[in-house]
C-alpha cells in the first residue's frame, strides 16, 4: 500500500499550500506554510556531475532554497537526517502520453478522399492545431507508477496523427492542482509519420505519402505566412505560431530518423527525434543528424527457442537485436550522440528500471544514464533553471535512496515532488538482509532473509533440509511459520526488529501451543553465491558483432573498391564488339579502364577467368526490391511521392539479386494509380546506406499506369476517379494541362504556391522527367501515346506491354521502349492476348526492348528469362543478352554509364562459370565499381558463420530462459515480395 506521509508542518498547511495566492477559501483558515525542510548528512547528487558528500538540501515552498555542505538551517526548520542515504534529482520523461487518452481506432480501409473540415488544412492527418492541455486530465494512478519508478516531471502529447500540435509539460504532484502542475502548456511541437487513428481521410496510406505530405504542409506554411493565401487556415497559423517551439518528431526507426532529419534540414529545422532502439546499426548516420534523441528502452525479450522448429521462425537478425538492442545507449553515448530516455513503448514505468540496468550493464555509464535522466530532458525543453538538478531556485523535485540508485537492491524511498513526499518504501523500515541462527525449541535452524528491504524474503534450512515456510516483514516485525516432520509439528513466531540491535528476537508459539520465545542470532551477510550472482548479472554480455547491413548475409567489414585484372575471360560487352573470346578486363578506380589480351596486372588483383563468361552486370528496369513501400493509394495521383524516401537497403533481395547478377535496379511506384510516385535508380551495394545506393546524378522518372489496377476493377471501390479507362484518359489530360498552367504562372515571375506534385508534371511536360508507364492493352497504349504527343512530350518506356506486338510500329514511330515479360501471360483479363513472341516482335520494328522481373524472385534469374527469347523469337545470344544489360540501360538513360563493357564505364561486372544464358550459369562475383559485392566462395563461408550465430545465440536464449528471465514466443516476421499491386495496409 502506497504512504503519503507529510512533514508536520506542511501537514498542517496541506490544504492551502498549493492554493493561488488570489484564490478565496471556505474551507479553513487561509495561511500559507513558510516553513523549511532541511535535508542533512546525504550524499547530494546536485547535477550528475555535481556531488556533495554529507550535504544538506534546504527546500521550502516546492523550491530548492541551498544545497551543500555548509548550508545554513534556519530556525523554522523541519530536519531530517538522511546519515547514509543519498538524494538524486528526480527523473524526466519527455515523451508520454500521461493524461490524455490514447485515440483508437476503428477498422476497416477508408475511401474518404477529401477533408472532413473546413478552415483548416486539406488533409485531416495534419492537425497542428490540437493542445494537450485542452484534454489533459491528471491521472493520479498513473502519476504513482512514475513515481515509483522515480520520475517526477512527464511531458505529455496526443499522440495522434502526422502533425500532432502541442504537448504540456506536468509534474506528479497530485496534492496540487493543475495550476501548480503545469510548468509548460505549450512545451512542444510534435509530429510523426503515422496517420492519424480516428481521423479517415485515405490520404496518406504509405510512408512516402506521410513524406510528401509533410514537406508540402511546410511549403503551403510559408506561403501562407507570407499572406498568399486568401482564405484562413487554422492549422497553418497554429502551426507557425509554433514553430518558436521544440520541435519534436516521433521516428521509431533509425531508417526513419534519418528521413525525418531529411525534412527538418530542407525546412531549417533541428527536430528532437523518437529513436527506435536500433541505432547502433547506422550510428555514423544518425551522429551526422545533429539530432538529440529520446530514446526508449523496451529491449525485447529473449525467444523461447527450446522448439528447435520454431526457433527456425526466428531471424538472424531478429535474434541479434535481443542480443544487442541493450548496448543502444552505451553506442549513443560513445559516439557522443546527446540523448534521454523515455518509458514509452514500454508496458508500465515498473519495467523501467530493470531495463535501465541492462542497459548499463552493457557498458552504459552511469553519469551518462543520470543526465539522459534529468539534465538533458530539462535542456531539451529549455527548463533547466527548473527541473533536473537541484540547484538553488529549481524545483524540489527529488529522491532518497538507500544508495545508488542504479543499483538492484537499492531501495527508492520516497519521491518528493513540488516539495511534496510520495513514500514509495518506508525509509525507516530496517535492513534485516542475512544469515542467522534460529533457536526454536531446543533445535537450531539456519535463516536466510535477502531481497528488497521493505519485502524481502525468507529461507529456512536444517542441515541441508530445505523447510517450507511462511515469511513476512512490515513496519519492523517479522512473522515467521513452518512445519517439521511433514506437519506433525507446527511453530509460529512473531519477532521485533529493534535499531540497536542485529539480533531479532520475540514471541514463540510451539505445536502444542505452549508460548516461549526465539532468538534469530545474525551470522553474516547474504551467502557469497548471491554475491557471485550479482557478479555475473553485472557482467558485460557477450555481444554478437553488427554487420553492414546488420542481417544474415551483412558483412562485417563494409566491402573496398579494388583494382582488379580478369584474365582470358569470354568477355560479352553488349557492344558493337560482340562477344570476344580469351579477352582481359582491367579495373581501375571503379572504372574499365582497358579492354584487350595480354593485358598488365599493374599491382591490380588478378582473378583467372580461363573457362569463365564476364558480362556487364544485369539491369532490372522494373523492380520492387529494396522498398520499404510501392504503393501510395491514397488518391488518384502521387506524383509528389519519392520512392528515395523509401529505399530500404536491409532487403536481404539485394543480397540475392547480387547472386543472381542483378547490379542495378529501377525502384518503381506500384500501379495503384494513374500517376504513380517517382522512382529510385539504384545500384546494390548491399551493406550501404540507402542515400549510397542510389545514382548520383540520377535521372529523372516517375511510374504511370493504365487498366484495371488504377480503375480498382478488382479492389472493390467505387468512390475514387477514375473508374473506367475514358476517366483514365480525361484525368492524364486534366493533370497535364493543370500542369502547364503551374509551369506558365512559375515561369511568368508571379507568386505562386510551390506544389509538388505540379512540379513533377512540369518536369514530364518539359522533358526532364521520364515516365514508366504499367501498361496491358493496346488501345490504353495508343492513348497515352497521343495525349502525350498533345503535350508535346513522349512518353518514354512501356512497361509489362504484353500487347506491345500489336502496336510496335506506332511505338516506334512514337519513339518509347518497352521492357515486357519473356513469357507470363493470362494472369488477369487484361493479359489473355499476351504471347512470349511479344519481345522480338517489338524489336524487329525498332523499339528498344528490356525483360524485366516485378518480381523479387524472377529478378534473380533474369539471366534465364532473357534467354527464352532466343527460344521464342530467334533472337541472337548477343542481342538476347542485351535485354537485360544494355537496353534496359538505355531506357533508364544510364547507357553511357552501365549496360555494357566499354572503356570508361562504370565497372558494374558479373563473373559467370557457365554461359550467361544457361539455366547452369552461377555468378561467381558480382562488383560495383570495382567492389565485389557477391563473391560465391565468400557465399559459402557466410552460410557456415550463419549457422554458428544462431547456435551461439540460440544457446544463450536457451540459458536465459533456464536463468527463469521472461521470454517471448517465436513469430516468423517475413517482409512480403512487392508486386505492383502492393498496399502498405496489406503488411
Known amino acids: 500500500m502506497r504512504i503519503r506521509l507529510l512533514s508536520l508542518a506542511l501537514f498542517l498547511a496541506s490544504a492551502t499550500v498549493f492554493a493561488q495566492d488570489y484564490f478565496p477559501t471556505n474551507t479553513g483558515v487561509k495561511s500559507k506554510n513558510n516553513n523549511y525542510t532541511a535535508f542533512t548528512n546525504a550524499k547530494i547528487f546536485v547535477t550528475p556531475t555535481q556531488v556533495v558528500e554529507n550535504g544538506t538540501l534546504l527546500i521550502k515552498n516546492g ?43 476503428s477498422g476497416g480501409r477508408s475511401t474518404q478522399y477529401e477533408a472532413t473540415r473546413h478552415g483548416y488544412y486539406w488533409n485531416d492527418h495534419i492537425m497542428p492545431e490540437n493542445n494537450a492541455i485542452s484534454v489533459f486530465k491528471f491521472d493520479a494512478k498513473k502519476a504513482a507508477e512514475y513515481q515509483k519508478a522515480g520520475f517526477g516531471v512527464v511531458n505529455s502529447h496526443i499522440q495522434d496523427g502526422i502533425a500532432r500540435g502541442t504537448g504540456i509539460l506536468v509534474t506528479l504532484n497530485d496534492d496540487g492542482t493543475n495550476s501548480d502542475r503545469i510548468l509548460d502548456d505549450k512545451s512542444a511541437q510534435y509530429f510523426s509519420l503515422t496517420r492519424s487513428a480516428i481521423k479517415k481521410q485515405s490520404y496518406p496510406s504509405s510512408l512516402m505519402g506521410s513524406l510528401a505530405l509533410l514537406r508540402q504542409m511546410y511549403s503551403d506554411a510559408a506561403w501562407y505566412a507570407n499572406g498568399n493565401s486568401d482564405t484562413k487556415d487554422l492549422s497553418l497559423e497554429a502551426l507557425n505560431k509554433n514553430k518558436g517551439l521544440v520541435q519534436i518528431f516521433e521516428a521509431g526507426d ?13 525546412n531549417n529545422i533541428q527536430y528532437v527525434i523518437l529513436a527506435g532502439g536500433n541505432e547502433y546499426e547506422s550510428i555514423a548516420d544518425i551522429k551526422a543528424t545533429n539530432a538529440t534523441y529520446i530514446v526508449p528502452i523496451n529491449f525485447p525479450d529473449a525467444y523461447d527457442v527450446s522448439n528447435p522448429y520454431q526457433a527456425d521462425n526466428v531471424s538472424l ?26 518509458t514509452y513503448d514500454l508496458k508500465s514505468p515498473a519495467a523501467f528500471k530493470s531495463k535501465l540496468l541492462k542497459a548499463i550493464a552493457y557498458g552504459l555509464p552511469k553519469t551518462k544514464a543520470l543526465e539522459a535522466l534529468t539534465t538533458v530532458p530539462a535542456q531539451i525543453l529549455g527548463k533547466s533553471n527548473q527541473i ?29 515532488v513540488q516539495g511534496q513526499k510520495n513514500v514509495i518504501t518506508d525509509k525507516d523500515v530496517k535492513d534485516i538482509n542475512g544469515t542467522y541462527n534460529l533457536a526454536v525449541d531446543g533445535t537450531t535452524y539456519k535463516l536466510e532473509i535477502k531481497g528488497a528491504t521493505d519485502k524481502p524474503s525468507a529461507t529456512l534450512k536444517q542441515d541441508s533440509t530445505t523447510i517450507k515456510s511462511k515469511f513476512s516483514y512490515k513496519e519492523n516485525w517479522i512473522d515467521l511459520a513452518f512445519a517439521t516432520n511433514e506437519g506433525e509439528k507446527r511453530y509460529r513466531m512473531t519477532g521485533i526488529v529493534t535499531p540497536n540491535s542485529n539480533n531479532i528476537s520475540g514471541k514463540l508459539v510451539l505445536p502444542n501451543g505452549t508460548e516461549s520465545t526465539f532468538v534469530a542470532t545474525k551470522t553474516g551477510d547474504v551467502d557469497k553465491k548471491e554475491k557471485e550472482k550479482k557478479k555475473k548479472e553485472t557482467t558485460t554480455p557477450d555481444l554478437m558483432p553488427v554487420t553492414y547491413p546488420n542481417v544474415g548475409y551483412g558483412y562485417a567489414n563494409k566491402p573496398k573498391q579494388e583494382n582488379i585484372l580478369f584474365k582470358n575471360a569470354t568477355v560479352w560487352t553488349s557492344e558493337d564488339a560482340g562477344i570476344l573470346k580469351n579477352t582481359d578486363v582491367l579495373v581501375k578506380k571503379g572504372k574499365i579502364v582497358k579492354i584487350g589480351a595480354n593485358l598488365s596486372a599493374g599491382g591490380a588483383t588478378v582473378i583467372d577467368a580461363t573457362g569463365k563468361h564476364l558480362t556487364a552486370g544485369i539491369i532490372d528496369e522494373h523492380s520492387h526490391i529494396a522498398g520499404l513501400s510501392i504503393n501510395e493509394g491514397g488518391q488518384n495521383s502521387s506524383a509528389e511521392v519519392k520512392m528515395e524516401d523509401v529505399v530500404d537497403n536491409e532487403d536481404v533481395d539485394i543480397y540475392r539479386n547480387l547472386a543472381g547478377g542483378v547490379t542495378t535496379i529501377q525502384l518503381l511506384h506500384g500501379s495503384a494509380n494513374p500517376i504513380g510516385g517517382r522512382s529510385a535508380l539504384l545500384k546494390l551495394k548491399w551493406g550501404e546506406s540507402a542515400d549510397e545506393m542510389i545514382y548520383d546524378n540520377s535521372p529523372k522518372f516517375i511510374k504511370f499506369a493504365l487498366g484495371e489496377n488504377v480503375k480498382q476493377s478488382n479492389w472493390g471501390s467505387r468512390s475514387r476517379f477514375p473508374q473506367t479507362r475514358m476517366g483514365v484518359e480525361q484525368m492524364f489530360i486534366d493533370y497535364f494541362q493543370r500542369g502547364k498552367e503551374y509551369d506558365e504562372k512559375k515561369k511568368s515571375g508571379e507568386p505562386y504556391r510551390y506544389d509538388e506534385e505540379m512540379e513533377v508534371i512540369a518536369e514530364i511536360i518539359n522533358g526532364e522527367r521520364f515516365i514508366s508507364c504499367h501498361s496491358y492493352v493496346q488501345s490504353e497504349i495508343n492513348m497515352l501515346m497521343k495525349v502525350a504527343e498533345k503535350f508535346n512530350f513522349k512518353v518514354n518506356t512501356f512497361t509489362h506491354i504484353l500487347e506491345g506486338y500489336k502496336v510496335a510500329d506506332k511505338m516506334k514511330e512514337h519513339g518509347v521502349g518497352a521492357s515486357t515479360f519473356s513469357d507470363w501471360w493470362a494472369y488477369k483479363y487484361e493479359v489473355n492476348d499476351a504471347i512470349p513472341y511479344n519481345a522480338a516482335i517489338m524489336q524487329s520494328q525498332g523499339v528498344t526492348v528490356a525483360i524485366n522481373s516485378d518480381d523479387a524472385e524472377m529478378s534473380r534469374r533474369l539471366n534465364q528469362e532473357a534467354a527464352k527469347t532466343v527460344k521464342y523469337g530467334d533472337m541472337t545470344e548477343l542481342e538476347a543478352w542485351k535485354m537485360v544489360t544494355i537496353n534496359p540501360a538505355k531506357l533508364l538513360h544510364l547507357d553511357n554509364r552501365v549496360g555494357s563493357i566499354k572503356e570508361g564505364k562504370d565497372a558494374d561486372l558479373v563473373l559467370w562459370n557457365n554461359h550467361p544464358l544457361s539455366v547452369y550459369a552461377k555468378a561467381e562475383k558480382t562488383l560495383i565499381e570495382g567492389v565485389v559485392y557477391f563473391d560465391l566462395e565468400k557465399d559459402k563461408q557466410q552460410r557456415t558463420a550463419i549457422k554458428n550465430e544462431r547456435n551461439k545465440l540460440i544457446t544463450m536464449m536457451l540459458e536465459e530462459k533456464e536463468g527463469g528471465k521472461p521470454t517471448q514466443k517465436p513469430i516468423k516476421k517475413q517482409k512480403p515480395k512487392f508486386h505492383c499491386d502492393t498496399m502498405d495496409a496489406e503488411w
Request: net charge positive; no cysteine.
Open 254 to 266: 533509425k531508417g526513419h530518423a534519418l528521413r525525418a532529419d531529411k525534412i527538418g534540414d530542407a
Open 317 to 342: 537478425a531478429d535474434m541479434r537485436r535481443w542480443n544487442q538492442a541493450p548496448s543502444n545507449p552505451k553506442v549513443l553515448a560513445d559516439n557522443s550522440v546527446p540523448f534521454t530516455f523515455t
Open 388 to 416: 533536473g538538478s537541484l540547484k538553488s531556485g529549481s524545483y524540489a523535485n527529488f529522491l532518497i535512496t538507500s544508495g545508488d540508485v542504479f543499483d538492484k537492491n537499492t531501495t527508492l524511498y520516497e519521491n518528493w
Open 63 to 105: 523550491k530548492v532554497v541551498q544545497v551543500g555542505k555548509s548550508v545554513t538551517v534556519p530556525k523554522n526548520t523541519v530536519t531530517v537526517n538522511l546519515k547514509g542515504k543519498s538524494i538524486y534529482p528526480s527523473f524526466i520523461d519527455i515523451y508520454s502520453d500521461f493524461g490524455v487518452k490514447k485515440p483508437k481506432a
